[in-house]
């Protein structure tokens, strides 16, 4: 036998009756005609199988059955009230608590601004970060780890949608007193190719930019292998290496020169800096709020630059 859940609304409007003594005053509460109200108890007793009320021109009493449903509806009711209040709270949670994985190179030099315009605009955001590689965000995305990721790489993996935030340059770095800061044109790419280099860890965005143009049979194996911006910057400036690194992370270095940029004449390693999340899933309002402020603060910061 199918049961068929009793209407809450009915149930509410029998509590009220009881409390009130009369199905006029309740329909009034209600909202609704005595009428409605009469026929809608009426469809309760159908449903139930059982005489909830008796009527009289002096009012409404419940009957002993209409007792004992009493009862049980006030329960539900309050459990109903709960299974609402609950959902609405972990809706506030979802909304206002946002998941978030950036590459490095955005966790460095770019998410903590974001970050700064939404706690301004929206302080009672709470925001989990995790910063890892560009294919470990991916990954963590398409689990549902994570609500938003920041990647540099330009492919992104099935099932996941993307939008540009901004755009980003690589650029060659050596130590100022490096051999190529003496040329006088600018280097080719088979020159770089052929060169060991220091390199970021397999997955990053910035190594996968530079896997993408430095290929075939000549290209030379690393010089050295390192997980982070910061350690590759080291290792350039004690002459171990060139290296190729965002313009982001180089820009101090550059103007301070403890770094210098070498131009290369047949290589363009610009790139897009994308905001992923998984297709067919809406994210958070705080974390499509997280993006907007993203896409607006690099527009401002071209704009002024």
């Known amino acids: 036998m199918t049961r068929r859940w009793p209407d809450l609304e009915s149930l509410a ?4 009756v009881a409390d009130q003594g009369s199905l ?18 009426d469809t309760l007793e159908r449903e139930l199988g059982l005489p909830l009320l008796h009527r009289t021109t002096t ?4 009957t002993p059955q209409g007792h004992l449903v009493l009862d049980w509806a006030r329960a539900t009711l309050a459990a109903a009230d709960d299974l609402l209040t609950g959902v609405q709270t972990l809706r506030r949670h979802r909304d206002t608590r946002i998941r978030v994985a950036a590459s490095m190179t955005i966790a460095e030099y770019l998410l903590p601004g974001w970050l700064v315009a939404l706690r301004r605009d929206h302080p009672d955001a709470e ?19 994570i609500d938003v990721g920041f990647i540099e790489s330009p492919s ?35 020159d770089l190719a052929a060169t060991p280099l220091v390199v970021r860890e397999p ?15 000549d290209v030379a194996p690393p010089a050295l292998e390192l997980a982070s911006n ?43 800096l994308l905001a ?6 809406r994210p958070p309002r705080a974390a499509a709020e997280l993006v907007r402020l993203a896409r607006a603060a690099t527009t401002a910061h071209r704009g002024s630059g």
């Open 13 to 16: 409007l029998l509590i009220t």
């Open 24 to 41: 006029g005053k309740a329909a009034t509460l209600h909202g609704i005609t005595q009428a409605s109200a009469s026929r809608r108890l």
């Open 59 to 62: 009012g409404s009493r419940l």
């Open 127 to 145: 925001v989990d970060v995790q910063v890892v590689n560009s294919e470990v965000v991916c990954r963590l995305t398409q689990h549902g780890d």
């Open 156 to 190: 992104v993996p099935p099932g996941l949608t993307a939008h540009t935030i901004t755009s980003d340059r690589l650029v060659v770095v050596v130590a100022p007193r490096h051999p190529w800061t003496r040329r006088r044109t600018p280097l080719h790419l088979a």
């Open 203 to 217: 997955g990053s965005g910035t190594r996968h930019a530079l896997d993408r143009v430095a290929t075939g049979p």
């Open 230 to 272: 910061a350690a590759v910057k080291v290792a350039v400036q004690s002459g171990v290496a060139p290296a190729v690194l965002s313009v982001l992370a180089v820009t101090a270095e550059l103007r301070e020169g403890r770094l210098v940029e070498i131009p290369v004449t047949d290589l363009d390693l610009r790139r897009p």
């Open 276 to 281: 992923v999340w998984r297709d067919r899933s």
